[in-house]
């Protein structure tokens, strides 16, 4: 039996594909994407001159002549060309097939400037081979990983980076060996995988990490023991990578990002095999591949798809009941519908979704993208609900969300028991009116209670660019204070 759905079914299906219903399903067509935003997949639209046109006519409004002229009165969708679908991200599709792996030069910067936080594993081990290099005058294998890296945070400005042969190391998980792939950076000398023409870490990620590292620095002699820190859709690991990268040198961290799309648990996992190393994953960070809806069970994740080493999901399981200090999210911010019809199953849980349509404006062509931006498993509301399922009493929430969208903030939090402490509004640009997006601290209700906390403070706005498109002093302020050198672009 068919239904209409706001997210995708939380079941065994829910980790059925990346992106479930993203793909059009017509049938025949040898490039398939997204259901079209604007025809809806319908193929046509009204052709509002011909029916402005027609409805003048007394004739033409009796209902015979109207089913005669209906076809008059449509025109071909002009965003999807008749098809009612739109083909996926050009250069998302041609990255796969002509873009080799790249690791990325390392970022402008004066030359006084020394990198702040812990130093990333790989780094470490690339450094030591191109002074081994330079000290015996020998090059060694040319395209060896750990050589190639430490050629690209040598090179000059001029180029992009290092394109790297399309090869498999077991010993380098990190290494971009797939087409497509690049390993760009993240804060300090930190890195992190990611696609050409896919979902890249972007402002509400370094912002989101800032604040959160702010706040819980606040809380330290609330916190007994290690930091126990949970990171909500997680992604490719940016916020994740970054407020552990901020936390690890002034508290003892345990934490845990978890991700429904496989291809962004294993860049992730991947990624910290080259700012932690292969044999602290687990110890220190560890990427859990799961619907984070399922958090309010039990068991989570029993009887699911994910992949998962059992070592760190036992890990997981530990640190969830004894809760979290520190939970961050960055949620999707566009609703979607989706069509969803039964299985042959007797299992209650078990649907599958046939189509995707976006309901506020148009849908990402990237498969990577669309869950990124889209609601597809839970907007802030159920962000929210799980992040009080897992918090400690003495814990936080730090989560990002469009501004227009303030509103289901503040009833979510109420719903989920939970009250917004502190609200940072972010402007994308110097002088405008609206605010682009906000982060928000949020701490359980009971305690401010008890505390008698003031409720939802807004801090002064902070503008990321000036009018005339350079990075604000206060934003270039943020990025240098998370090791990424901003104030030689600031004005």
């Not at 079209?36 to 029916?51: E, H, M, N, P, Y």
């Not at 859709?233 to 940016?238: M, V």
């Not at 990237?366 to 907007?379: D, I, N, Y």
Request: glycine share 8%; net charge positive.
């Amino acid at each position: 039996m068919a239904s209409l759905e706001r997210y995708v079914p939380l079941g065994k299906n829910s980790l059925s594909s990346d992106a479930p219903g993203w793909c059009s399903t017509t049938v025949g067509q040898s490039e398939q994407g997204p259901v079209c935003w604007k025809c809806k997949g319908r193929k046509q639209l009204v052709d509002k001159k011909a029916f402005k046109k027609g409805s003048k006519d007394h004739q033409f409004k009796k209902a015979k002549l109207m089913d005669q002229a209906r076809n008059f009165l449509y025109k071909e969708c002009s965003v999807c060309h008749g098809k009612g679908f739109l083909p996926p991200k050009r250069i998302e599709m041609s990255s796969l097939s002509f873009h080799p792996g790249m690791i990325t030069r390392k970022r402008r910067c004066p030359e006084s400037w020394q990198c702040k936080g812990p130093k990333a594993h790989a780094v470490s081990e690339a450094e030591e081979i191109g002074n081994d290099s330079m000290i015996n005058g020998q090059e060694g294998e040319t395209d060896s990983p750990l050589l190639l890296l430490h050629r690209a945070n040598s090179m000059k400005l001029v180029q992009a980076g290092v394109t790297v042969p399309c090869r498999n190391y077991s010993e380098y998980p990190w290494y971009p060996s797939n087409k497509g792939e690049q390993l760009c950076n993240l804060v300090g000398d930190w890195r992190i995988l990611q696609r050409v023409g896919s979902h890249r870490w972007t402002t509400d990620d370094i912002v989101t990490a800032k604040i959160a590292i702010d706040e819980i620095s606040k809380l330290q002699e609330t916190i007994s023991g290690p930091l126990r820190y949970l990171d909500l859709g997680c992604g490719n690991g940016s916020v994740l990578q970054m407020t552990s990268w901020g936390l690890m040198e002034s508290h003892d961290v345990k934490a845990f990002g978890i991700e429904a799309r496989s291809e962004a648990a294993a860049l992730a996992r991947r990624s910290l095999s080259f700012n932690i190393g292969r044999d602290n994953i687990g110890d220190l960070i560890s990427v859990i591949h799961g619907d984070f809806r399922d958090l309010e069970r039990k068991v989570p994740f029993e009887g699911r798809k994910g992949d998962n080493n059992p070592d760190q999901l036992k890990q997981f399981y530990n640190a969830k009941e004894e809760m979290f200090h520190l939970v961050t999210g960055t949620p999707p911010y566009f609703q979607v519908d989706f069509s969803t019809s039964e299985t042959s199953s007797e299992e209650k849980d078990d649907k599958i979704v046939t189509a995707a349509v976006i309901n506020q404006g148009g849908m990402p062509t990237s498969v990577q993208s669309a869950p990124a931006r889209c609601e597809f498993r839970g907007g802030i509301e159920e962000y929210l609900q799980a992040a009080s399922s897992v918090m400690a009493d003495n814990g936080i929430f730090v989560v990002c969300e469009n501004w227009l969208n303030n509103d289901r903030v503040y009833s979510g939090a109420k719903s989920a028991g939970l009250r917004i402490k502190q609200v940072y509004p972010i402007k994308g640009k110097y002088g405008r009116k609206e605010n682009l997006f906000g982060v928000y601290v949020l701490v359980r209700e009971v305690r401010c209670i008890a505390e008698q906390e003031e409720n939802g403070i807004v801090a002064e706005p902070l503008s990321v660019r000036t009018s005339c498109g350079k990075w604000t002093l206060k934003y270039a302020d943020l990025l240098e204070t998370m090791s990424i050198p901003a104030n030689h672009d600031a004005k």
